[in-house]
Structures are given as structure tokens and as C-alpha cells.
């Protein structure tokens, strides 16, 4: 079944591009339409009714330009709205990255000791130990909240001294309650995958949610239909169209990037 409308993606800032490039490399030929709060970020260190409304208008706005499905390329907002969204936006799916980090955690740790490194408000809310929990009850889960390396990202930062120092600090608590599996709670943070892995050392698993989403979609679009033309991906920025767009280069190496700076 053909169905070319657009899959719309958002995040506070620029760690969303990681769904992207995931959602690329199995689905090349859907098209995209891609959120950037840039105005309002950061996201994690706000309050959550603040936070919600970002997300509905956020949301409101990819429902106006047609898309078929909408995946919250953001933890805190998964940790917090996505039953609102899905309220909203219905019919129209809502995929969160909360729970799709969590069946991924699930499956992949063998010692049942899991750690989560993400944004202060998703650690807060134990958003990942509630999933996880709900799946296996026996599963410990160690979570650390870190804004620091979610601004390196959006500084374009992928590897330096400083990052590794400020992720061998953040993990050491769970490295030292011995976990076998580490998840990036936060999108920002599989462009700083040497980082972390240089940190948790070749016996922890690494997990990024992006790439579960990405097959949790490829299996949701079999019951909606692909896009069977030429594939198209456009960028939407609420502030910096030029710092975006640059970004946007060194993350996703997109040749000429469509981008546009809204305000909503």
C-alpha cells in the first residue's frame, strides 16, 4: 500500500537528527518532516507543563503539514506527554522513546543491571526504571541525568577530553554497581558514542533507542503504507536557521539541507 505523506520527527534541539539517521538507513525512501525547538531548548531542566506545550504545538504543527506517524525524538517529552500527544493527534500514531528504549533494555541485558544516562527531568521522573520495571521486575536500573553533555552536542561537540572526563563522571555510579547495559536516554547522546563506549569499556552494552524505533516503524508502516516515489526530508528550526543548518551538516552530512525557521 503506497501512502507518500510524511513521517514527522521532533526534539528539542538537534539530538533528534539521531532518529533521523536511524529512520534513513532503513526507510531512504520515506519522507520527513524534522522539528527543532532550538528557541526553547533546553527541555530537560524545565518544568513538565511547560515542556507539554511545547510538545502539543510542536505536535498541532506536523498534524497541519499531513504527516502519517509521530515519533517524539525526545525523552524528557516521552517521559511526560505522550498520552497527551496521542490524545491530540489521533488517528495519527505517536511513538515515544521511552518505551521503546525500555523493551530494547530489556531484551539485551544479561546480569538484569541496567544503567540510564539521560536529561535531569527524565532521570527525575525515573521515566526509563518505571518502563523497564513493568517489563521485568527484577531488573536493576541506575539512572544519572546530565545537561552538561547534552549542550556539548548541541555545540557540535562529538569527542574531546572534556566530554569523556564529565561521562566518567556521570557513569560511575552504575559502572560500579557492575551493569552490563547502558542506555542512551537522551538523543543527543549517540553523537557522543566514543565517548561513552571509550568510558563503559567493551563489557557494557551500549544501546541506542533510535534504532529499535527505527524497526518499530518499519513494522508500523507495513500496516500503513510506504512512500514509493522519491524520498524528500525537511527541516524546521524555531530559531538559528544558520547554526541549524550547519549542525545539520556535521551530524547527518545532508548536502543542501531544505531548512526553515518557523515560530510556534
Not at 503539514?65 to 517529552?77: Q, R, Y
Not at 531484551?107 to 523497564?132: C, D, F, Q
Not at 527505527?214 to 522519491?230: H, M, P, Q, R, S
Request: with cysteine.
Amino acid at each position: 500500500m503506497a501512502n507518500p505523506k510524511p513521517i514527522g520527527v521532533f526534539d528539542s534541539g538537534v539530538g533528534g537528527l539521531s532518529v533521523v539517521r536511524s529512520l534513513k538507513k532503513v526507510l531512504p525512501n520515506e519522507n520527513i518532516i524534522y522539528v527543532g525547538d532550538l528557541k526553547h531548548f533546553p527541555y530537560g531542566t524545565k518544568d513538565e507543563e511547560t515542556v507539554k506545550t511545547y510538545a502539543k504545538n510542536i505536535t498541532k504543527f506536523l498534524l497541519d503539514n499531513g504527516v502519517k506517524l509521530i515519533i517524539v525524538a525526545c525523552n524528557t517529552v516521552s517521559s511526560i506527554a505522550v498520552d497527551d500527544l496521542k490524545k491530540i493527534s489521533n488517528p495519527v500514531n505517536v511513538i515515544g522513546m521511552i518505551q521503546s528504549g525500555a523493551e530494547y533494555a530489556v531484551k539485551t541485558t544479561r546480569n538484569k543491571k541496567v544503567g540510564v544516562i539521560s536529561t535531569p527531568l527524565t532521570a527525575k521522573k525515573h521515566a526509563y526504571k518505571i518502563e523497564i520495571q513493568k517489563l521485568d521486575k527484577d531488573i536493576e536500573v541506575f539512572e544519572v541525568g546530565s545537561q552538561e553533555l547534552v549542550n556539548l552536542v548541541e555545540d557540535g561537540v562529538s569527542f574531546n577530553d572534556y566530554a569523556c572526563a564529565l561521562a566518567r563522571e556521570k557513569l560511575d555510579e552504575p559502572l560500579k554497581n557492575g551493569i552490563d547495559t547502558l542506555v542512551l536516554g537522551c538523543t543527543h547522546f549517540p553523537f557522543l558514542y566514543k565517548v561513552v563506549k571509550s568510558v563503559v569499556g567493551n563489557n557494557v552494552e551500549v544501546i541506542d533507542p533510535a534504532e529499535y524505533i527505527a524497526d518499530k516503524t518499519v513494522n508500523y508502516l507495513k500496516e500503513i503504507g510506504f512512500n514509493e516515489g522519491n524520498s524528500k526530508t525537511i527541516f524546521y528550526t524555531t530559531k538559528d536557521r544558520d547554526a541549524f543548518k550547519e549542525k545539520l551538516s556535521l551530524f547527518l552530512n545532508i548536502e543542501n539541507p531544505e531548512v526553515y525557521e518557523i515560530d510556534i
